[in-house]
C-alpha cells in the first residue's frame, strides 16, 4: 500500500485518503486508498490475503467489489507486479478517473 501511495504521489496526483470508508449495500469498507471526489478507489492485493481459503477469500472479494461498484465507485487494483512499472499503474488510475486529474508535481518523491 505504501509504495503505490508513493508512486501515485510522486506522479503528482492528489493526495489520495488512506482507509478512506465506503458505505455498500452489503455495509462498510475501508479501501486502501481513494479520492472521494471522484470516488475511485485504490486496492493493493498481496499474495498472502489469498492463501489458505482461495475460494472462499476469493468470492468475499468479489462480492465486496461488486457492491463497491454497484455503489458507483470505480477500483484499481494493484499487485507487486504493477509496482515494477510505476507508469503504467499511473496510467491505470487515470484511465479510471472520471475526468482529468490535476498535477501537482513533486520532484523530491520522484526516484533517482
Known amino acids: 500500500e505504501s509504495c503505490t501511495r508513493l508512486i501515485v504521489l510522486a506522479a503528482g ?3 489520495p485518503t488512506t482507509q478512506l470508508e465506503v458505505r455498500t449495500h452489503l455495509g462498510r469498507f475501508r479501501a486502501d486508498l481513494g479520492w472521494e471526489a471522484w470516488r475511485l478507489l485504490i ?13 472462499e477469500t476469493f468470492m468475499r472479494e468479489k462480492r465486496r467489489a461488486d457492491a463497491l461498484m454497484e455503489a458507483g465507485w470505480r477500483l484499481v487494483r494493484v499487485t507487486k507486479e ?5 507508469e503504467l499503474l499511473v496510467a491505470r488510475v487515470r484511465r479510471a478517473a472520471p475526468g482529468p486529474i490535476p498535477h501537482t508535481p513533486r520532484p523530491a518523491l520522484r526516484a533517482r
Open 82 to 86: 504493477d509496482l515494477r512499472s510505476p
Open 43 to 55: 486496492e493493493y492485493d498481496g499474495r498472502s490475503k489469498y492463501a489458505g481459503a482461495e475460494q
Open 13 to 15: 496526483l492528489p493526495r
